[in-house]
């Protein structure tokens, strides 16, 4: 691999003047030796090693990112905001996989700190674990004190710039949605508890539910990881517990889809049976079937402000930015049944041809 001093024998030229060169130094350099430099780039197919670029400049130019899991579709539409801003400044991202472990989100903070980022987002649910907010919170502020930018997308215990989705409304609108159309045994399958973004969907759910004289009782909620297998077990779990369920939410869409396939293997027809309602509105959202009513989050969006958060002028006090959620209806939520799913799944079928009531 060719180097920058093979660059500079090659073209005639000290090393200081190739490298002036090639990262575009505002130091005059006239054409021709210009022209030289980058001929012999060409020829020797050199690459800059962008480490050592990073450390030779006073200006940082890749920011860090945090997320639980990209692959996870949640997370995949708000690294998109967060890459559209980026690519716009001529920023680099560095994404790095949590995979929801606290521990290795410690160890992310300093590998980026090490890395000189420009800028660190953590761009997933805060947890409810004082021990490890308490060192989360020690190595932003060295990160912070060394002139880093941090901001945070959800809620975190921690005093900097925030971009809040309104969980707890979005919540409300859910349970408001079934209430209304006349449900009142509600099963919850819920994200993990340790995460506050779990805990929030549920209390503006428990608040929709207080408001119409209805509770949502321990057992009718199941904890499980937020992705599609875990929302197939969670509702396998809450049907056998409580098969006079009529309608169940789920605390992301990932979990809903999940929930539709267990009640499919299960014979249970949604939404005339049992209703689902979803949370995020993920591109995938419109496209199963029946389509899913769901809360809409604007997961791009997020990405969008919290990246031009850390990259615009910052700000002598910490700037919250709370974006809205809302319900779309689609098909997978209608009116209660007159019997429960259980007593119409035992009812005998008629058989085709039979004449109808």
């Known amino acids: 691999m060719a180097t920058l001093s093979d660059v500079a024998r090659r073209a005639g030229v000290s090393p200081a003047t190739a490298s002036r060169v090639i990262n575009g130094s505002s130091k005059p350099v006239t054409d021709e030796l210009r022209e030289r430099v980058l001929a012999a780039v060409a020829e020797l197919q050199y690459v800059p090693n962008a480490h050592a670029q990073l450390l030779a400049r006073s200006h940082r130019s890749a920011v860090g990112v945090i997320v639980h899991d990209v692959s996870d579709p949640y997370f995949a539409e708000i690294t998109r905001g967060l890459q559209r801003v980026a690519t716009d400044q001529g920023r680099l991202l560095m994404i790095c996989n949590s995979y929801r472990d606290p521990d290795r989100e410690l160890e992310y903070v300093e590998l980026l700190r090490g890395h000189q980022v420009a800028a660190l987002i953590l761009a997933g649910s ?47 609108l859910a349970g408001r949605e079934l209430c209304g159309l006349g449900h009142r045994a509600i099963g919850v399958v819920a994200g993990p508890r340790i995460l506050t973004t779990t805990t929030d969907r549920l209390a503006g759910l428990r608040q929709a539910l207080a408001e119409q004289g209805r509770e949502l009782p321990e057992r009718r909620i199941r904890y499980a990881e937020f992705d599609r297998d875990g929302g197939a077990e969670a509702t396998a779990r809450l049907l056998d517990a409580d098969p006079e369920l009529t309608a169940i939410v789920a605390l992301n869409d990932s979990m809903a889809i999940g929930a539709l396939a267990a009640l499919r293997a ?15 509105d993920m591109p995938i959202a419109r496209d199963v079937t029946p389509a899913l009513t769901t809360v809409r989050l604007p997961l791009v969006d997020m990405g969008v402000r919290a990246m031009s958060l850390v990259l615009g002028a910052g700000a002598p006090e910490p700037r919250v930015e709370v974006l809205p959620a809302e319900l779309v209806r689609r098909d997978t939520a209608g009116p209660a049944p007159r019997s429960s799913p259980a007593t119409a799944a035992s009812a005998p079928r008629a058989r085709r041809g039979d004449a109808g009531p």
């Open 126 to 172: 805060g947890y409810h674990d004082e021990a490890f907010t308490r060192q989360l919170n020690e190595k932003l502020a060295a990160y912070e004190a060394t002139g880093g930018r941090v901001a945070v997308i959800g809620r975190h215990e921690h005093s900097g710039d925030a971009v809040m989705p309104d969980n707890r409304t979005g919540g409300y």
């Open 266 to 280: 299960r014979g249970l027809a949604v939404p005339q049976q049992i209703s689902v309602v979803g949370f995020d």
